[in-house]
């Protein structure tokens, strides 16, 4: 029997099968009538899914499910898994936790635009578009609509010569209070980081287990690239993590804030406070200009620096201009 009654209440129960896939459950009605029309709904509905395609199937899937889907084999092993996943539920959170299929140009739209009210720039709302395209993608639902903006290359901020000197200079020789005392260890930190062109996470992580001073190689084996390297150490660098190995077991016992803390204090003692590109990062970009004009290869600056792939380089390209020069003489006429 289809539907029959149960219980005490007498609640009406439907127990029937489908392609295979069985329903007992309650129908929540107190009348066979009510019961029977409960239990045709459900099993027409069962009827509907058996007949839809697997991709069909997949965009009635609530987003927030298919969220936890993609989390489970996509992202769950990879270094930013924590905030892949936030970042996705927080898409769920701006259009609603609605069916994929429902993901429209319009819901793009509506996620966009809510992004922008929290002042979000077009490389962060560009992260939440690619989060989106790959949950859309997995559970193989059409991305044609999810299109990233265009993002500003803006300048790439060089160190020069000059202004790395006053830097170490302030942060060693300055007569710090308790709050800063932790700056001169930064000076030392900012000479490796100009000098190897690491992150600065890259460089707090490093463990002297990671130093080869006999080979004189650095090896970085976990970073935003995925991409394992090793770096040859300059004299200097060398220098500093021999002196400081005598006393830790990492080289930089510090914490980002405290380095972005000091970086903050070097500014406005330079009063570069207003140059919003003279950050910690741009020593790694220091580094990449320093090679590329000395006639190093792209391609050696690529695996130097780690990065994913050669176009993320050759916006270092235009920092030598020596070769340019060098491709003019060619074209002379002797």
């Keep these: 029997m289809a539907v029959y009654k149960r219980g005490?209440?007498?609640v009406f129960y439907m127990n029937f099968t489908v392609g295979g896939v069985r329903i007992?459950?309650?129908t929540g009605k107190f009348t066979k009538?009510?019961?029977k029309q409960v239990e045709a709904n459900e099993r027409q509905k069962l009827m509907d899914e058996a007949s839809l395609s697997p991709q069909e199937r997949a965009g009635r899937m609530l987003l927030l499910e298919?969220?936890?889907v993609v989390y489970e084999v996509r992202w769950k092993h990879t270094k930013d898994a924590e905030r892949s996943y936030s970042r996705a539920r927080s898409i769920a959170n701006h259009i609603g936790n609605i069916p994929l299929k429902d993901i429209g140009t319009a819901m793009v739209t509506k996620l966009m635009q809510g992004l922008e009210k929290e002042k979000a720039r077009n490389g962060t709302i560009n992260r939440y578009l690619a989060a989106?395209?790959?949950i859309l993608n997995h559970h193989e639902q059409g991305i044609r609509h999810v299109k990233l903006r265009k993002e500003s290359k803006g300048r790439i901020r060089v160190v020069s010569r000059e202004e790395e000197t006053r830097v170490v200079e302030l942060l060693r020789y300055t007569i710090h209070n308790k709050r800063r005392q932790h700056y001169p260890e930064v000076a030392a930190l900012v000479e490796v980081l100009v000098d190897t062109g690491m992150r600065l996470s890259e460089l707090l992580n490093l463990t002297y287990e990671d130093i080869d001073f006999e080979a004189?190689?650095?090896s970085i084996w976990i970073n935003k690239g995925d991409r394992p390297r090793s770096i040859p150490m300059t004299k200097r660098v060398k220098a500093i993590m021999k002196a400081r190995s005598q006393k830790k077991s990492k080289p930089f016992d510090l914490q980002p804030y405290q380095a972005e803390n000091a970086w903050r204090w070097v500014?406005?003692?330079?009063?570069?406070?207003?140059d919003g590109e003279f950050i910690l990062h741009a020593l790694r970009h220091t580094c990449a200009s320093r090679l590329v004009n000395k006639g190093i290869d792209l391609y050696v600056v690529r695996d130097w620096l780690g990065h994913s792939s050669i176009q993320v380089t050759e916006r270092y390209?235009?920092?030598?201009?020596n070769k340019l020069a060098h491709a003019a003489l060619v074209l002379e006429i002797e």
Excluded: Q, V, W
Aim: hydrophobic letters at 40%; glycine letters at 6%.
């Design 8 to 10: 005490e209440k007498g």
């Design 24 to 26: 007992f459950k309650s």
């Design 33 to 35: 009538r009510e019961a």
């Design 66 to 68: 298919a969220i936890d």
């Design 132 to 134: 989106l395209k790959t």
């Design 216 to 218: 004189n190689l650095i």
């Design 267 to 274: 500014r406005k003692e330079m009063g570069l406070d207003k």
């Design 317 to 321: 390209a235009h920092l030598a201009p």
